[in-house]
């Protein structure tokens, strides 16, 4: 059983930068696609970054240009790179393991989920 634990957030002021880890447990996870969603109170769980098993990263627009997506198969772990925060950014960011190699966009293509980490951008 595949364990996702996030690290990385916190309190950041508009314009900063955090770097969000995700350290996997369990099994190798190198051969699935990986890739974070983020939430806030009373809306759905939405996607920020992917990255496929080859390596290809897919984000969505209201952070392109801002995140980073990268990961580290050698120790199992999945990284997101924010910069210029806005507070619209703030949320609960949620790791996630696809059921596939490929396909990570809704919630439906996810395997597993982190416990989430709570990233929140003051003015």
């Known amino acids: 059983q595949v364990q996702l634990v996030e690290s990385g957030g916190g309190l950041v002021q508009a314009g900063g930068s955090l770097r969000l880890s995700c350290a996997a447990s369990g099994r190798t996870v190198s051969s699935y696609a990986m890739g974070w969603f983020r939430q806030v109170p009373g809306k759905e769980r939405d996607i920020v970054a992917t990255?496929?098993?080859?390596?290809?990263?897919v984000y969505a627009d209201s952070v392109k240009g801002r995140a980073t997506i990268s990961r580290d198969n050698a120790k199992n772990t999945v990284y997101l790179q924010m910069n210029s925060l806005a507070p619209e950014d703030t949320a609960v960011y949620y790791c996630?393991?696809?059921?596939?190699?490929?396909?990570?966009?809704?919630?439906?293509?996810?395997?597993?989920w982190g416990q989430g980490t709570q990233v929140t951008v003051s003015s």
């Open positions: 990255i496929k098993w080859s390596g290809t990263t």
């Open positions: 996630a393991l696809a059921r596939g190699s490929s396909r990570l966009w809704e919630v439906d293509d996810v395997r597993v």
